[in-house]
Structures are given as structure tokens and as C-alpha cells.
């Protein structure tokens, strides 16, 4: 069975709580610290359902009320409220208890991307995706089963990888926080901090007998979202790091660059990438495809909504994308395009596989909701939650280069397998 994880980057739509069909652009981020929390903490997808949620407090969907807040329940509340009060061992916050209450109503729903923020998580969780934050520079994933948490990805100059951080790690405990024991949104704001200032990290590593332990001095993070460079043979590599608010300029800029040092195919890495920003995802997709549909989303009431590609511009190139469990989100969004659009090959290992749209909406007394209201689909109309998408060619990452030396592109199977698929073509 697939295992599923949090990611750092989630497909949201943000409502406001004075109108619901007012939607405030927003970015999801969760993760160690970016302010985006980055560690990344991921923008999430941005879909403007505008005027199709209702979420009315109370309503279902015809005006009937759902309030389950009866007499009687509201006599048994205030019945365990009392005998926790005079009875724990130790005094209680009633505010805790209250928001206890709120967080447990979206845990019955059984979904891991539903949820209940205090005013406090809900600030934090809103943190630009795209801006400076001082954090380390490492992305994390959190399996929302056994709740473990890993390092899937180290920037470049950062305070994670100056301290010997690398991706793989899982993160045991942050200072005295054992890391299982909360969700990934609330432990990385124990991460991220004061400039300067350091988190202690004790980590798991595979390979080493016994835990590792890191001293992380917290420094500002510019978080690059695309990279890339030429290879041999007219053949451009780009990879995406997430989809935040300047990937699908940066993306336009990098491939136009490369296209006047000749490249003439392109290979664009989309591996641990957790995924962002929709109108990101659809504008980098808009340039590369041809007119027609990109993704679309349907709640349960059969609500359909579209994102399109016009016939402005399309990129002519022989193309590969490299994925693999790690690449979810928009970045399944653009893998099933260029999949079901026949546009390039998919090479690496299958994708997250998540599929759902979360809507995140502010409360009057600044708390918020994250809640699943929808799913997307590929082109063609599949729904990838829970089974990914699977590569064209199944390859398993390997690295057959020096570990603890600088990366060497040559070394690394999959992407030496892209640049023969590109050859032949």
C-alpha cells in the first residue's frame, strides 16, 4: 500500500471570511522555515474557485442546519470540562481545552490535509512563501501515519547544509520537541526563529549507529525555486524547485536564456519538488503547451472548474521530466499535462499522489480552517490522490558519484538516462 505524507506544499484555495466569494491570495507554507517556513514550507496550489464553496457556518449545502452543538451535547462538554478541571494533575487552559474541541471536530473527518488553526498557527501558517525568513534552508516531509519527519531536500548556502545537514535525514528532535509528536505546520515554527539564533537537531541518519546531533545557526533564506544550465548536445536542464510566486518568470527567463546558448531539447527536474503556487504551475505550463485544458477541479456536488492554456505560445522542444515520490501537488498537475498531452516523457519513480483541494478560510476571531473541498484532474481526467502518477520509465534514483563531494549531473542515473532519451530523438 502507498505510504501517504504530509508535504510541505499543499493544492489550497484561501477564502475570506467576510464573503465567500471573496478569495484572498495566499500561500500555504509548512515547513521548517520559510517565510515561507522554510524549510520549505510550501506554498500551497491556489485554485480561485470563486462562488462555488459554501461555507456557510452551520448551513449545509440547501440552508438546513447541521449544528451538532445540541443541549445535550453542550450539557456532556461542559460535564468533562469540569471533571478535567478538578480532577488532572495539573492545571488546564480553558482555551486549550476550547480549541481541543475545534481541532478534534476536523480529526474525526479522518483526512490529514483538514484542519483547525488558533490565531497563532494560522499566522504562521500564512507566512509568504516567497519572501526572506531566517530558518535553515531544508525542506521537510512529515508521514502523517507514523508521523516521522525527513529532510528531503538541503539549499544551497544555507545554515542547514554549512552544518553537514542532508537530504534523507529524519529529525528525531528540535531542541527538547520530540518531532513525531506534533504536526509538521507547528514544528517548523519551533525551527524557524531570530536571526542568529540556533535550534539544536538531533537526527537519524542511515549508515550511523547511534543519533547525530546539530547546532543550526538561523540565518535568512532566499529560497531559489529554478535552476539550470546546458549539458552536451544541445540538451538544456531546468530544474523547479517549488512553484512560488516568481517560478513561471524565472522559468520563462532560464529557458530563454538557454535557448540562445542552443539548446535545442530540455529536461526539466521536477524531482522533491512538493509543489506551490497553481497560477505558477499554469503559466509555466501555458508556455510550454498548446492551446487546451491544463487541470480542472470538481467537488462533490459535480462543481466543475477549469484552468486553460491559450493558443498565444507553446514551447517546441523534445522534453523529459523527472519525478519521483516526492514530486506531488502542481507538480503532479504538470506532470500529467505533458503526460496527457503526449508533450515529453516522464522518467524517475511514481508521483505523492495527491490529488485534493484543500480550502483554507480566516474566522472572525483570526483562527482558520484548512478543509478538503474538492479534487483535480489531468487533462484526460484522471484523479491521481492516493496513486500518484507513473513515470513513462521506471528508474530508481542512484548516485554513483562521492557522496560528500559536490554534485556531478554525470553521476546521477536518472538524468544521464534523460540525456539518452533525448539523443535519440
Known sequence: MKEYHEQVEEVVEIVDHKSQN???KGVITGVLSTVCIFLVLGAGAIFWLQ?????GIGMGSQGASTSIVTNTVRAKINELSAVIQKNYYEDVDTQDLTDGLYKGLFASLGDPYSAYYTEEEYQEMMISASAQYYGI?????????????QIIRIYDDTPAMKAGLKAGDNVIMVDDIEARSMELSELVTHIRGEANSTVHLVISREGEDSYLDFDVKRGKVDVPTVDGRMFEQGIGYINIAEFGDATADNFIAKVEELKAQGMEKMIVDLRNNPGGMLDSVSEILDYILPEGLITYTEDKYGN??????DAEHYLDLPLVVLIN???ASCSEIFAGAIR????????????????????VRPLTDKSAIKLTTAKYFTPKGENIHGTGIQPDIKLKYRYKGDEDADYDYTKDNQIRRAVKELQKQ
Do not use: P
Open 22 to 24: 471573496k478569495f484572498a
Open 51 to 55: 462562488g462555488r464553496i459554501s461555507m
Open 137 to 149: 534552508g531544508a525542506v521537510l516531509q512529515q508521514d502523517v501515519k507514523s508521523m516521522r519527519v
Open 304 to 309: 466543475r472548474q477549469e484552468v486553460n492554456s
Open 325 to 327: 515520490g516526492n514530486s
Open 340 to 359: 496527457d498531452y503526449e508533450y515529453g516523457k516522464l522518467i524517475g519513480t511514481t508521483t505523492f499522489g495527491k490529488g485534493v483541494v484543500q480550502t
